[in-house]
């Protein structure tokens, strides 16, 4: 308190969370540089190089980060509308002007930097989604609601699925959590996951048999259940949408996924082993972390890392890099930070006095959460190889710069919770 | 509100439930399985080998046998190629553009990145000319590695031969070989490939992801450097076993010489032979299945692998055994009639020599003489059964080294065929005894021995009573080490004193004007031997001889063969005199010279079996074809052939 005058902007600001965002990044950059180093050419430090680029993204990051802290916190809430619309257009602007790499367009080049509206679209649908259930205190038990929050989130997916970016787009889905949060049922989240165990079932095991699981576990519930006449109609409900959802997997997988989509797929459940093909970045992947051992091969020492063997290892398969020169030890250190990420953030957010800032910070973890479990799982092949970024680590300044903005715009937020909004 | 708030705790939960999740998939492929650490390993790590150099084998004397001769693999890594005349390449290197195309695609199959083998084994004088152009073929490199070479082109067999190991070679050695390496296949280079083939060097090397080579793995502290074979000392005499084979030119049969002291092999001659060098370099194959197709079967090594009977080359062993037992004394004599009455068959004798003892039996090699010490050997009334009998008389002659390979460091060593009383009576039923067998007693019947063993024989006489296991290689390495069962005395157990008398018998064989053996007398040395007249069932007699020299002290056990050659003194007893007086005084007395040099002429085949119409008259055909009329197009297609040949020559 005695500082408010002296530091107005900073005041009540929480460096805990700024210092693990800074520890982050420089994990990040340290890994960045060893998977680019080349003991033949890197002796002099380059700016031209990529590790060089990313030490200016987390400069002009942390830039960024301070001047949001210096903006007023109602700016977001206001303006919320407004830049979830920006990034809208944004996202149909990049279908349009978009320039094509690895087969999505995802770009939209600006001088010599692109950028990936996508990675906007985040928080411009947290800030959206915060203001929507700060302004309206929707319960969501009701249809209508839950149909707005759903919208709101709807629309950036479809989008960023038409270019397509099926990765990014399936990020939006983290936005379950805060929902659940502010009051949707939990049964969301047991249908949610009802349907990733039913979709697995759906390639693992002969569809007859899934079936019959299905209406045995129907059956029991029934019988179980069998006085109350709305639990009797609604189990049959589930148990008919369980069994039609298996048809449309299987139809959705096999006439519009993409053949990469599919064949990632395959790898994932280990239906296919591809080591050339598909499968090459999830094998040589794992191959790198495996070989750290419990305490890794030491900074620059990774070969797999240092001789280039798995593919994008800078940007989405960074974590390999991390495995592989620093071992269990510094996988275990990088998680632990996240979680510790992670959960300040929620409890920060819970002593929030306004929903806003509550709703929103739920948003960031969210979403720092599904990058970070999706980004993990999939370098050690627990997951399909979706190309999204782990947060603050990766290579590239769009991914950066939205993360930064993401958190520190709630870090704002929390500075202001004396505040009204 | 509240039920709300606990639900923070749900979502923290889950939050931290996922990443143990990843923590324990971690912990599992990063500490728990080691799979992905040798995966790593194989990813980044190369061995590069690099070849040493076979180890050189000496004579006796210390004359170089086989030497190592540099020759060049031309490789090829396919993503470098560029274009380039391609023609050119096929002139030097001496291919055609098939061939070419060929190879290429063989390389391009293994690997587009790194090098493949597109030419094996370029001479020197071909690698000369390839060098010069070699930076106008771009992707194009050459890697040396030695190859045999054999100064005095001998002793193919003796020497046996190197070849590219097979799939078998490698399972069998555990992993020691790898495709493209060399194993010694026959002979000494098999016997002796641990010693011969030194240890491979190798270079670690680290490989990014695209297979360009990254520099050495841990600054070259595991690479280790080729080091060379080891050399060895082989027996042999080079000047007499080159004698040998020019005696043997033109003959079918074998030539061991001993020297009864140490057990070494002098001369291990084997005829029909091949030329070593034909078994190395680029024709290998072409020449290998030319030689496999050669009459009289020139990869056959006789030496240790030719079965003969021993003929009248066996009873000094009888003489010996009856000796012995105390059956007979020197001078005690028994009657030939021209022959031997064994039951109800006849054993004949080339002449009628009356009351004949031991020396005169041996020297005139009497068949009758024979029998009846064997008789007198297996009538003794100390055996209670025929049986017995014959098992007391197996027993010794296996003592003498016969029935049983002798252990020569020569691979695919054959025992030659002695029976048991057991295979007697599978044979023969209940009721045989020494008449049903008699024709041992002259070394017929159920008796095979290999040269080897007869020249051992020989060396036992010499020594008069043991045997020193022969071996072809007296010592290994620089620190000359000999084996410890090589200066080991094997005694037959017959007393000296009972070789005099034997001795005696074969000096006269030699020596005196009625022995068999007259033709192997030397000048000035007293040269004791027994001449063989082996039958044979596929056509004319084998003549042997066997013999040492000089009497006293004797330097050389020989043992000769010449198969289908008739009488053992016409050809194999002059053989075995030349051989041995080469070996003593270094040198053939004038006199003789024309001798041997009319012996070198000699042709002594064996008759062809008659071929079946159908070769036969495909044999014509052939000839036919060749006839002058379709010459005249016959060269145009060679042309190409032509052109290339002079760059075909490797040694």
């Not at chain 2, 010490?373 to 049986?387: G, L, P």
């Not at chain 2, 019947?445 to 007869?454: D, F, S």
Request: with cysteine.
């Amino acid at each position: 308190m005695s500082t408010q005058q002296g530091n107005r902007f900073f005041f009540n600001v929480d460096w805990v969370t700024i210092l693990i965002y800074i520890a982050i990044c420089a994990i990040g950059f340290i890994n960045i540089y060893a998977s680019i180093f080349n003991p033949d050419t890197s002796t002099v430090f380059n700016f031209e190089s990529n590790y060089g680029k990313q030490l200016i993204f987390i400069f002009t990051g942390l830039i960024l980060g301070f001047s949001i802290l210096l903006l007023d916190a109602k700016f977001f809430s206001v303006f919320a509308p407004i830049i979830y619309g920006l990034t809208i257009f944004l996202l149909l602007v990049v279908l349009v002007v978009g320039r094509k790499v690895a087969g999505n367009q995802a770009w939209i080049p600006i001088g010599s930097f692109r950028l990936q509206p996508s990675e906007f679209a985040k928080f411009g649908t947290a800030l959206l989604m915060a203001r929507y259930v700060s302004s309206f205190s929707p319960k969501f038990r009701d249809a209508k609601s839950i149909f707005f929050a759903g919208v709101i989130i709807i629309l950036p997916l479809i989008f960023i699925m038409l270019q397509p970016d099926t990765g990014s787009a399936l990020v939006f889905l983290s936005f379950m959590f805060p929902l659940y949060r502010e009051g949707l049922s939990g049964y969301w989240l047991l249908v949610f996951l009802g349907m990733i165990i039913l979709f697995i079932a759906d390639f693992l095991l002969p569809m007859p048999l899934v079936i019959t699981f299905i209406l045995l576990i129907g059956g029991f519930f029934l019988y179980q259940n069998r006085r109350r006449r709305t639990m009797v109609f609604s189990i049959g409900l589930a148990t008919v949408v369980a069994i039609a959802y298996l048809f449309v997997v299987k139809l959705t997988y096999t006439k519009v996924l993409e053949p990469h989509q599919r064949t990632r797929i395959e790898i994932m459940l280990g239906l296919k082993t591809d080591p050339k093909g598909a499968g090459y970045n999830v094998i040589q992947s794992k191959i790198a972390i495996g070989s750290g051992q419990a305490f890794g091969r030491g900074f620059l020492q990774g070969t797999q890392t240092k001789y280039g063997y798995v593919p994008e290892q800078s940007t989405d398969f960074i974590f390999s890099t991390i495995g592989e020169e620093w071992g269990f030890i510094g996988c275990t250190v990088v998680i632990g930070l996240y979680a510790f990420l992670l959960l300040r953030v929620i409890n920060l957010a819970e002593r929030q006095r306004s929903t806003f800032s509550r709703v929103y910070g739920y948003c960031v973890a969210s979403i720092i959460f599904f990058h970070v479990f999706i980004n993990i799982g999939m370098t050690i092949g627990i997951i399909p190889v979706i190309g999204i970024p782990l947060p603050f680590i990766s290579y590239g300044g769009s991914s950066l710069w939205s993360f930064t903005v993401l958190l520190f715009i709630f870090l704002k937020l929390d500075s202001n919770r004396m505040g009204f909004i | 509100m509240d039920s709300l708030f606990d639900r923070k705790y749900t979502i923290q939960g889950l939050f931290l439930v996922v990443c143990l999740i990843l923590l324990s998939k971690l912990f599992y492929i990063q500490v728990v399985d080691d799979r992905y650490f040798v995966s790593a390993e194989t990813n980044v790590l190369r061995k590069i080998y690099t070849f040493p150099a076979r180890g050189v084998i000496f004579d006796r004397k210390g004359k170089v046998l086989v030497q190592n001769e540099p020759v060049y693999d031309l490789l090829v890594i396919p993503n470098q190629v560029k274009a380039f005349d391609t023609l050119e390449l096929c002139n030097t290197i001496g291919i055609d553009m098939k061939g070419f195309y060929k190879r290429f695609h063989k390389a391009t199959i293994q690997s587009r990145y790194q090098p493949s083998i597109f030419e094996k084994q370029l001479s020197v004088q071909i690698y000369a000319s390839l060098q010069e152009k070699l930076s106008r073929f771009p992707g194009f490199l050459v890697q040396n590695r030695t190859i045999r070479h054999y100064p005095d082109s001998v002793a193919g067999q003796f020497f046996g031969y190197v070849k590219e190991v097979t799939q078998k070679d490698i399972d069998e050695n555990n992993g020691y070989y790898r495709p493209g390496d060399y194993i010694g296949k026959a002979g000494i280079e098999r016997k002796y490939n641990d010693i011969l083939r030194g240890e491979r060097g190798v270079i670690n090397m680290l490989y990014d992801a695209k297979n360009v080579p990254q520099g050495s793995y841990a600054e070259g502290k595991y690479d280790t450097l080729a080091r060379s074979g080891e050399k060895v000392i082989s027996s042999l005499d080079i000047e007499i076993q080159k004698l040998g084979e020019q005696l043997m030119k033109n003959k079918v049969g074998s030539i061991v010489a001993i020297e009864p002291a140490t057990g070494e092999v002098l001369a291990f001659v084997s005829s029909p032979g091949y030329d070593p060098n034909l078994m190395v370099g680029r024709n290998q194959g072409n020449n290998y299945m030319d030689i496999f197709g050669q009459p009289n079967r020139p990869f056959l090594v006789r030496p240790t692998s030719g079965y003969y009977s021993p003929g009248s080359a066996f009873k000094p062993v009888d003489a010996l055994i009856g000796l012995q037992e105390g059956v007979i004394d020197p001078e005690m004599t028994f009657n030939c009639p021209g022959g031997y009455w064994a039951g109800n068959h006849f054993v004949k004798c080339e002449h009628v020599d009356g009351t004949i003892s031991l020396r005169r039996g041996l020297a005139r090699s009497c068949n009758a003489y024979a029998c009846n010490v064997f008789a007198r050997i297996m009538t003794q009334k100390k055996f209670r059964s025929k049986k017995e009998a014959y098992d007391n008389w197996e027993q010794r002659v296996r003592k003498f080294g016969l029935g049983a390979p002798l252990d020569i460091d020569m691979p695919f060593e054959r025992k030659g065929t002695l029976f048991t009383s057991d295979e007697y009576t599978k044979r023969f039923g209940k009721y045989w005894g020494y008449t049903t067998v008699i024709s041992l007693a002259i070394g017929q019947g159920e008796m095979n021995t290999t040269p080897l063993q007869m020249a051992n024989l020989m060396a036992i006489i010499a020594n008069k009573g043991y045997y020193l296991r022969p071996h072809l290689i007296k010592a290994v390495g620089d620190k000359k080490i000999i084996k410890k069962e090589y200066v080991q005395k094997n005694y037959v157990g017959v007393d000296a004193k009972h070789f005099e008398p034997v001795i005696d018998g074969m000096e006269e064989a030699v020596n005196s004007p009625w022995g068999t053996a007259v033709l192997s007398r030397l000048p000035n040395i007293v040269m004791c031997g027994k001449t063989g007249t082996v039958q044979n069932p596929h056509g004319k007699n084998h003549s042997v001889f066997i013999g040492f020299a000089p009497r006293d002290n004797p330097k050389i056990a020989i043992a000769v063969i010449v198969e289908n050659a008739g009488y053992g003194s016409t050809y194999a007893a002059p053989i075995a005199s030349y051989i041995a007086e080469k070996y003593l005084t270094d040198s053939i007395s004038n006199g003789r010279k024309g001798q041997v040099e009319w012996m070198k002429e000699q042709v002594v085949l064996p008759e062809m079996p008659k071929p079946k119409v159908k070769i036969d008259s495909k044999a014509l055909d052939t000839t036919k074809k060749l006839a002058p009329p379709a010459i005249s197009v016959a060269p145009k297609i060679k042309q190409p052939a032509i052109t290339r040949k002079p760059l075909e020559i490797t040694k």
